[in-house]
Structures are given as C-alpha cells and as structure tokens.
Nanobody, 124 residues
Framework: QVQLVESGGGLVQAGGSLRLSCAAS????????MAWFRQAPGKEREIVAA????????YYADSVKGRFTISRDTAENTVDLQMNSLKPEDTAVYYC?????????????????WGQGTTVTVSS
C-alpha cells in the first residue's frame, strides 16, 4: 500500500513557474513507476510526465516537453514536477500516481495509487 500526498499548487501568471511535490509513504517507493497526471474542467485525465523506478527514463506529454521536468528522490520518497513557462492551458488539478509495472505506462486506469490532487491555475 502506498499513500501519496501532493503539494505545491497555486495561482501563477502565464510565463511563471511552479514546483509540485508528491510525498509517498511506505518503504517500497523504489518499486513504483511514478507519474503526474492532470485533469482540466470538462476534460479527461491525461498524463503529464512519468519516471521509471531508477529515474533513468522519463516520459513527457508533447504539450509539456521542454517546459516541465519530473524527478524523484528515492531516499526522501518524493517525486517532483518542475513546471516552467506556464500557460493558461496548463490550468488543471494535478495528480501524483504510482504503478508497479516495470515500464512506464500512460493510461490512467493502469495506475494503482493516486493522490488527492493539487490545483494549478495559470492566469493570462
């Protein structure tokens, strides 16, 4: 069992930056692929970024490539999402998720554990 708690959301102007953090409980953090998803009002949940168990491989949605960076600290049981050059279309609730598969997957239904979400609002 893994519990995930996100933090770091807020209101920012377009072009600004935010850093989201996800704290995971449990001693088996290293066996999980970790990911950030987001869901905007009226839209389906979509993957933003993911990182494999060792941190050696990452995935980014095309819409955030070059602007967002995902990282994990196994010693601290945290996974962060650094978001730069934010756009109004990045406005959404952002969720941290964990999956026990060996490889990164992008489908939300395949993830085993979810945080409660943190809201990011980017004003124009």
């Amino acid at each position: 069992q893994v519990q995930l708690v996100e933090s770091g959301g807020g209101l920012v102007q377009a072009g600004g930056s935010l850093r989201l953090s996800c704290a995971a409980s449990g001693r088996t953090f290293s066996v999980y692929v970790m990911a950030w998803f987001r869901q905007a009002p009226g839209k389906e949940r979509e993957i933003v970024a993911a990182i494999n168990r060792s941190g050696s491989s990452t995935y980014y949605a095309d819409s955030v490539k070059g602007r967002f960076t995902i990282s994990r600290d196994t010693a601290e049981n945290t996974v962060d999402l650094q978001m730069n050059s934010l756009k109004p279309e990045d406005t959404a609730v952002y969720y941290c998720a964990a999956d026990r598969r060996l490889n990164i997957v992008v489908v939300p239904s395949l993830y085993d554990y979810w945080g409660q979400g943190t809201t990011v609002t980017v004003s124009s």
